[in-house]
């Protein structure tokens, strides 16, 4: 088999396995999922101070973050305290 045919077959393989973690991810509800809050305050602007969560759940690995505007939202319609 020729190198370039394995790599082939790697990547097919590897996009698979995404989207069966994609899908995974999507499915999970997240509940042992990790909460940290962050920000950067202290601009000359007041208006230019940024506060966002960032999320991570060990069960899906999925990570993300979220304008703490929304702070206890998780997914549309999941709200945690």
Known sequence: MMIKDRVLEI?????????EL???Q???EHLNVTKKCHGNSGNYD?????YWIEWRCPDCEKAWTSDQ???NVLKPGVVID
């Open 11 to 19: 990547k097919a393989e590897r996009k698979k396995l995404y989207y």
């Open 22 to 24: 994609l899908d995974l």
């Open 26 to 28: 999507l499915k999970c």
């Open 46 to 50: 007041p208006s230019a101070d940024l």
């Open 69 to 71: 505007s929304r702070a």
